[in-house]
């Protein structure tokens, strides 16, 4: 019996929608290609920085031809980490947010509201900053590419429970070292 291969293309076109309509130059287009549900290729274009980053499941990351690597950082005081926060949020997730940044933010070195999801996950997957964070559930369309980044940068992807994500789910995207310590600080319900 043959099996039947699924291939299903993620674009978001302009990841970062309030920022590009608003004039700030945080903004990117981000591409995954899913084969049966597994993200195998990925492409963003930073705007901001005119980079292009790119991966192949298994191949690695890059950026512009250089080889992406998560941080070193194995302290959680000596981190910088993103959230998100847009209109789209209920009342109920942003309460969630406003959580998160009441236990993260004295136990950090910077928290970043950057809203731009593919652009936050380059920024882990190169080391940039130690991970990424969304409480509200999505399907993960502009999150995609910048997920497969991370993976192959030697980052670690999960929800906020540490576990395997759903179709739909939270996203806690780190360099691996500081996972742990999140999941066990946010105690997420």
């Known amino acids: 019996m043959l099996r039947q291969l699924i291939y299903i293309w993620f674009i978001d076109p302009i990841d970062g929608t ?11 287009t981000s591409i995954a290609l899913k084969k049966n549900n597994e993200t195998i290729l990925g492409i963003v274009f930073d705007y901001s920085q005119n980079d292009i980053y790119y991966a ?13 690597q998560v941080s070193n950082n194995d302290k959680l005081n000596n981190s910088i980490i993103s959230f998100c926060l847009t209109p789209h949020y209920s009342n109920e997730h942003i ?26 996950l380059c920024w882990c997957a190169s080391g940039k900053i ?12 502009s999150s995609a590419a910048g997920k497969l980044f991370v993976a192959e940068a030697g980052g670690i992807i999960t929800n906020l429970k540490e ?27």
Do not use: M, Q, Y
């Open 95 to 120: 309460k969630d947010v406003l959580n998160v940044e009441e236990k993260l933010a004295p136990k950090v070195r910077g928290l970043r509201l950057i809203v731009s999801g593919a652009i936050e």
């Open 130 to 141: 130690d991970g990424v964070l969304n409480v509200k559930p999505s399907v993960g369309l």
């Open 56 to 68: 192949i499941k298994g191949k690695g990351a890059f950026c512009n031809g250089k080889k992406l």
């Open 18 to 28: 309030i920022n590009f309509a608003s004039g700030l130059p945080l903004f990117s």
């Open 163 to 189: 576990k395997e994500r759903n179709n739909i789910d939270t996203l806690l995207v780190t360099n691996g070292k500081i996972h742990d310590e999140i999941v066990e600080l946010l105690n997420w319900n």
